[in-house]
Structures are given as C-alpha cells and as structure tokens.
C-alpha cells in the first residue's frame, strides 16, 4: 500500500516518524509511504536463519577465530536521502567504516550489505525498485534470499549496475561475499534438515 501525504504532497522522514512505533512497518520510497509485507513463516524462517549464520562468526571486532568486523541488524530503518529510508531484512555495517555501533531510529549511514527476503506478495519490490534505489545509494553489496525458489542471489556494485555474481539453490554451499570467511548451506536458510553450517 501506497500513499502520499493528505495534502498530495511527497511523503517526509517526519510523516514516516509520525506513524506510531507499534504500527510503523513502512518505507519511505521516493516521496511514497509504503507499507512492507506481512512476513510468511518462511520469511521468517529465512531471515532468522540467515541472521544466525552472518550475525554470529560476523557481528565482533575482527581477530581470533571468527572473522568478526561488522555491525549486522533486523528491520531497522534506515535514512539513505530525505525521502528514501528503508527497513530492509537484514542490514550491515563495517566496523572498519563505522568503528562504533550504529544508532538512531532511521540510521543515517549507508550501510555495506543489505539482504531483502522476498515475500510472495511483492517479490518485484525486492528484485527491481529497491535494487535500482539501492544500486544509485551505492550500496556496496546487495543479497535477495527467495524462500519460494528456495535460492540466493548476491549482487555487487558496480558504476552501470549490480553484477550478479553469485546465485545458488538449495543443497549448494557457498562463499558468499562480503561473507566469503565463511562457508555458507543454501539449504540451511529454507529450513533444510543435516545443511548446519
């Protein structure tokens, strides 16, 4: 669902801010206030998984066993231009480029990865708007997890675009960067049985 303000007028960060906390699952899209999907459980069991393979060997200072160096957080909003701010799945940070931890309610710092779970009632969002608005913020690195194909696509910035330079289904296990440390199931993310990473 799509709306402008009552006047007609493009939608603001402060017309987004407005909407009550407990009911504010929306983006603010080019002057558009969109509402995000209602997740599935297989959203949701996706993200979450997706979040404890990257979040977990990921979100620590860098050194010791884990690669660690980033900042990894769920459905925060964050600020890119004054009428584009966004609550993607799954958002992360360098530590490298953001040495203390991220915060505000919407984030102001581009972020270096964005992972967008695709719900089945808009997978084109996900596939084209916000990878053309995500390619012109130029965010670095760009993962679309599709729980209907049960695939990963990983995308990287380029000046003409992103370059797809990774696409997997279940049952592959993959380096996926900017996570290539680690090795990661496909299948684990879509709740496949003996794919623990």
Known sequence: MQHRTQEGNPATVADLLAIPDNQRFHEL??????RKATPSGEH???Q????VRIKGPF????????????????????????DHVYRPDVVGWRRERA??????????????????????????TDRVTK??????????????????????S????????YLLVLAAERGVRVR???????????GALFGEDGAED
């Not at 899209?29 to 969109?34: I, K, N, S, T």
């Not at 990878?131 to 990963?152: A, G, T």
């Not at 990983?154 to 675009?161: I, K, Q």
């Open 154 to 161: 990983v995308f990287r910035w380029t000046p003409d675009g």
């Open 99 to 124: 040495p203390e931890r991220p915060t505000g309610s919407p984030i102001a710092l581009r972020p270096d990865w964005i992972c967008e779970v695709l719900s089945p009632s808009n997978p084109g």
């Open 131 to 152: 990878l053309n608005h995500y390619h012109r913020f130029e965010i670095p690195h760009y993962w679309i997890v599709d729980p209907m194909e049960e695939s990963l």
């Open 59 to 82: 979100q620590r200072r860098p050194g010791g066993k884990l690669p660690g160096g980033w900042w990894i957080y769920t459905e925060v909003e964050i600020e890119l231009a004054p």
């Open 44 to 46: 949701g069991d996706a």
């Open 176 to 186: 996926a960067e900017p996570f290539e440390a680690v090795e990661l199931s496909v």
């Open 29 to 34: 899209v080019a002057g558009e206030l969109v």
């Open 48 to 51: 979450s998984a997706l979040v």
